[in-house]
């Protein structure tokens, strides 16, 4: 490396060999498929010139595993008997080609939207029955 400009180390979690070794300023991609899903820390530490060092931790959650939903139960409910559960699990997969099945979680119609439902055929069959009946409004 030059000596006219700064370095920077990166390193993963507690490793001691570095992910990588390069000259600033630079664009890096940083590659999170081979780490395993939860908490990491990306190290970076810089050495100038001069020999001087800097440091940087970053805490990051990977998750490239498949996503979880499940519906019918959330953190810290309180509950009592039978419960139906909706779980579906689905990945990103190949991110070059978009797949419909099974990328999304079917979820259930919420009751505001039954109650509008509702509301807007009874509205609808109240004014088709004084409109054909004849009866004033």
Do not use: C
């Amino acid at each position: 490396m030059t000596k006219d400009r700064s370095s920077v180390f990166l390193f993963i979690d507690d490793e001691t060999i570095p992910l990588a070794e390069l000259e600033t300023p630079i664009v890096f991609d940083f590659d999170t498929s081979k780490l395993p899903d939860g908490e990491h820390v990306l190290k970076i530490v810089s050495k100038s010139p001069t020999g001087r060092e800097g440091i940087r931790k970053i805490r990051f959650i990977v998750k490239n595993g498949p996503s979880v939903s499940v519906e019918g139960l959330k953190d810290d409910d309180i509950v009592d008997g039978v419960l139906p559960l909706m779980i579906n699990a689905y990945d990103k997969g190949n991110q070059k080609s978009f797949v419909i099945e099974g990328s999304e979680t079917p979820q259930t119609v919420p009751v505001w939207m039954w109650i509008i439902m509702i509301l807007i055929a009874g509205w609808g069959a109240y004014y088709l029955i004084t409109y054909f009946s004849g009866l004033p409004y």
